[in-house]
């Protein structure tokens, strides 16, 4: 028979869903900044505006607190998933498909800050030697020197940067209904992207498109992770 889960299991899964948590709404917060600065106001009265959660979880509540805690529970406190959205306007985006790129660009674009500012963090930790380089697992990317609050910084600076990471490279895939579908229109001319909105906008197609991000992630994201943690680590010495 398997133990239950732990106490620790417990403590870090409370680390695991605030980080994803506040990342989630902070994604969804850019996007609804930027639309709002593009002229679309949706958002911003829906409460999505904001970087309080609560507006994103009552919109969102599978994939902000079912999904998440379901995800940690079945991986055994390995990791934890999830998703939230933002309400737009279809008709802006038909006349402003170039503004609509860019709302759909503002969200991976804030999980890419919140990765960079945690790997600072990290790396500033690293080379003031308050952590050491303990990569033992997916998001256990440093330890301590000492235990309490530094451990504890430890434990979230590697969650949000690997999770963030993760959120940055998901998002960017140009299939619906992921952000990068919707970032295409910066490339595109604009009846094709507005001909890619209308089809993009099948529930058919998100399903498949879904389904072969799910399939292609891994492969995408190991060697960036790799790269990432290499520069984490450049020139720190392992313990």
Same mark, same amino acid.
């Given at each position: ?103 759909? !660009?503002?969200? $991976? ?7 960079? +500012? /945690?790997?600072?963090? %990290?790396? *500033? @930790? ?88 799910? !399939?292609?992630? $891994? ?7 790799? +790269? /990432?943690?290499?520069? %984490?680590? *450049? @020139?720190?010495?392992?313990?």
């Amino acid at each position: 028979m398997e133990e239950p889960l732990g106490i620790d299991v417990l403590v870090l899964g409370a680390a695991w869903y605030v980080v994803l948590l506040f990342s989630l709404t902070v994604h969804e917060a850019a996007h609804a900044f930027a639309a709002l600065r593009g002229g679309d106001r949706t958002a911003y009265l829906g409460g999505q505006a904001s970087l309080d959660p609560i507006p994103h979880i009552r919109r969102e509540p599978l994939g902000t607190v079912v999904f998440p805690l379901l995800a940690y529970a079945l991986s055994g406190g390995a990791w934890m998933f999830g998703w939230a959205s933002t309400p737009f306007d279809p008709v802006w985006a038909s006349h402003h498909p170039r503004r609509a790129a860019w709302m759909s !660009l503002a969200g $991976p674009a804030a999980n890419l800050l919140l990765a960079v +500012a /945690a790997g600072a963090a %990290l790396r *500033a @930790g690293l080379q003031a030697g308050v952590f050491l380089p303990e990569p033992v697992g997916f998001a256990h990317l440093v330890g301590a020197v000492d235990g309490g609050v530094a451990a504890a910084a430890a434990t979230l600076l590697s969650i949000a940067f690997t999770l963030n990471l993760v959120l940055f490279v998901f998002n960017l895939f140009p299939l619906p209904p992921l952000d990068g579908a919707g970032a295409l229109g910066l490339v595109l001319p604009e009846d094709a992207t507005r001909r890619l909105q209308e089809w993009f906008a099948s529930p058919g197609i998100a399903l498949a498109g879904l389904l072969v991000v799910w !399939l292609l992630f $891994p492969r995408v994201f190991a060697p960036v992770h790799l +790269a /990432a943690l290499q520069f %984490l680590y *450049a @020139g720190v010495t392992p313990s």
